[in-house]
């Protein structure tokens, strides 16, 4: 599976969204159940990682489950590495990223250095992303040393995903933080959206159907939920209603 050929497949027609589930906060077994419902209740993707380090057996453990269930009804397993750690040879890809407003230079070329030979000896996909934190940025803004894009100045963000643009990178995704208690501004994702020419992911404190309908009404091609699912009591109806939402526009 060529999963950037998938992304890019699925946006040209239609908003697509995708589930992400946090190695550190869930057992295998758990994470392939939660993918399980995720994929019944419609997401097109699942993605894995989160800022916070992991031990590379239990990411192994995680993906491995997870894959067995994403195989079965052809949905790609995406890795969302915090840093080299979050490596897993089991996943179809890695969204290969640069935090673009990170202060710290580790996370904008130097992990990508340290990592790439890893990626390459594994044989999954790296999809090329720029990676852009906006206010408030949770534990990724902080882990990651991000000047974080105030939520007032959409054209900062706009600048940052077009340089990403500009240097290559196929994916630009806005984070606002796990568990942020709002989304990414629409204004911004408006802006973002119509000052670039490839597809946007937006993601972080997207807790309600509502929430995820703005955001990709605004401009996201794709619309991403961690926090929301793992916490729902009925994980496949929660994802069921998120796609529901976006896919009405």
Same mark, same amino acid.
């Given at each position: 599976?060529?999963?950037? #050929?998938?992304?890019?497949?699925?946006? #040209?027609? %239609?908003?697509?969204?995708?589930?992400?589930?946090?190695?550190?906060?869930?057992?295998?077994? =758990?994470?392939?159940?939660?993918? /399980?419902?995720?994929?019944?209740? &419609?997401?097109?993707?699942?993605?894995? @990682?989160?800022?916070?380090?992991?031990?590379? #057996?239990?990411?192994?453990?995680?993906?491995?489950?997870?894959?067995?269930?994403?195989?079965?009804?052809?949905?790609?397993? $995406?890795?969302?590495? &915090?840093?080299?750690? &979050? $490596?897993?040879?089991?996943?179809?890809?890695?969204?290969?990223?640069?935090?673009?407003?990170?202060?710290?230079?580790?996370?904008?070329?130097?992990? =990508?250095? $340290? @990592?790439?030979?890893?990626?390459?000896?594994?044989?999954?996909?790296?999809?090329?992303?720029?990676?852009?934190?906006?206010?408030?940025?949770?534990?990724?803004?902080?882990?990651?040393?991000?000047?974080? $894009?105030? %939520?007032?100045?959409?054209?900062?963000?706009?600048?940052?995903?077009?340089?990403?643009?500009?240097? &290559?990178?196929?994916?630009?995704?806005? #984070?606002? @933080?796990? @568990?942020?208690?709002?989304?990414?501004?629409?204004?911004?994702?408006?802006?973002?959206?119509?000052?670039?020419?490839?597809?946007?992911?937006?993601?972080?404190?997207?807790?309600?159907?509502?929430?995820? %309908?703005?955001?990709?009404?605004?401009?996201?091609?794709?619309?991403?939920t961690g926090t929301a699912v793992e916490g729902a009591e009925d994980a496949e109806e929660r994802?069921? /209603?998120?796609?529901?939402?976006? %896919?009405?526009?």
């Amino acid at each position: 599976m060529r999963v950037l #050929e998938y992304i890019l497949r699925i946006t #040209e027609r %239609r908003k697509a969204h995708f589930t992400l589930l946090d190695p550190a906060e869930l057992e295998p077994k =758990q994470a392939a159940e939660l993918a /399980e419902h995720a994929i019944a209740g &419609g997401t097109d993707a699942v993605m894995v @990682g989160g800022s916070a380090g992991v031990d590379r #057996e239990l990411l192994d453990e995680c993906v491995r489950a997870i894959r067995v269930v994403a195989d079965e009804h052809g949905k790609p397993v $995406i890795l969302f590495p &915090g840093d080299v750690s &979050g $490596i897993s040879k089991h996943a179809h890809a890695i969204f290969f990223m640069s935090l673009l407003n990170s202060r710290n230079p580790y996370y904008i070329t130097g992990a =990508q250095a $340290i @990592g790439a030979h890893a990626v390459k000896r594994s044989g999954i996909e790296p999809v090329p992303m720029g990676y852009i934190v906006v206010e408030p940025g949770g534990a990724v803004g902080w882990v990651g040393d991000a000047k974080l $894009i105030p %939520r007032s100045k959409p054209e900062l963000a706009a600048g940052y995903a077009l340089a990403a643009e500009y240097l &290559g990178m196929r994916l630009v995704y806005l #984070e606002a @933080g796990s @568990g942020a208690e709002s989304p990414v501004p629409a204004e911004m994702v408006r802006l973002v959206k119509n000052s670039i020419g490839v597809p946007l992911i937006v993601g972080g404190g997207i807790r309600s159907a509502e929430d995820a %309908r703005a955001t990709a009404k605004a401009g996201a091609d794709v619309v991403v939920t961690g926090t929301a699912v793992e916490g729902a009591e009925d994980a496949e109806e929660r994802v069921r /209603e998120f796609v529901r939402a976006i %896919r009405e526009l």
